[in-house]
């Protein structure tokens, strides 16, 4: 049984309180179309999962004394306490921030203001390039600053922007931290997201798993869960090519023996079967004795309809060892 099917690995509650009535059944509905087919939310208090909200804290911007230095144009003169819209806190959170640029300022002020900037946009690439020069310069702690990212990217989850600034963090501290087991959490919420899914292979690829094993066990999770994953299909790909070198030849036979009766099971699964022409490829490459004896013709007719795989599911069987 897979260490992510009991719980352990996360510390994670898994949990689904349908219990068949209408009104459930909608907001079951409603939580699949917004979070891709999951319907159960992921807890994990370990690692404080999911993540509070980054609240905005807008007294500074009232602070005359904190930008009387500032030279700004048609910044709002109201008190941003008591008349406060979103386009009034752009327009002078905006103000203030271009006037840092153009001085090339990297304090404090300008970090709170990034913070600002990013909360209303979280794509927006100028403040969060501004915020990491403002790293830099001010020596803070990393830890803390990907705890800031990973919080916007639970408000935004697909942005590009948040995942490749905690990309710079870890190459900052040459250090991967605990992104791991965080992205992780975050592809069981969104398990289609291809910005987590890419940085999580960034991320293999850069330091190592913490542990091979986990990275299969995981993978083999998501795709029963849900065997219609081609993200999920595509890491696991990954994987046996990354780790080829360290993998026992059984072991990636054995997979593809699994696999392909998944296949057998579901012939309509596209995405199931281009991973196994892309890894019957890379097996005739690598252990060619193994195909030898195979007519390869079988592989046209899985881009079509996949028919008639049975009889090939067979030629391939053979014993599940470990890793």
Known sequence: MSAYSRNRSFDSNYSDTSDGSEE???IRDKLR???EGVST???CEKLNFPYNPVELDLSLLDDESVWSDLEVENTPKDNLLFELTRELLAVRISSLFNVLIKNKEYSTRGLYLSKLMIKLNP???TAWYYRLECIKTLDLNLEEELEFARRITSESIKSYQSWNHRRQICELANSKFNELEFVKLEIGTSPKNQSAWAYLTWLIKT???TDRSEEFEFVDFLVKTDVYNNSAWNYKNFLIKHFEGELDLGYVLGEFAQDFQSLVERPDNESLCSYLIE?????????SRCMNDVDTEWLDSMRGKCKSIDCI?????CQHSTL
């Open 24 to 26: 459930d059944v909608r």
């Open 33 to 35: 179309n917004e979070c």
């Open 41 to 43: 939310r992921i807890i």
């Open 123 to 125: 794509a927006n690439y």
């Open 207 to 209: 330091f190592g798993p």
């Open 279 to 287: 890894m019957t490829s890379h097996i005739q490459r690598k252990h």
């Open 313 to 317: 599911s067979s030629k391939y069987k």
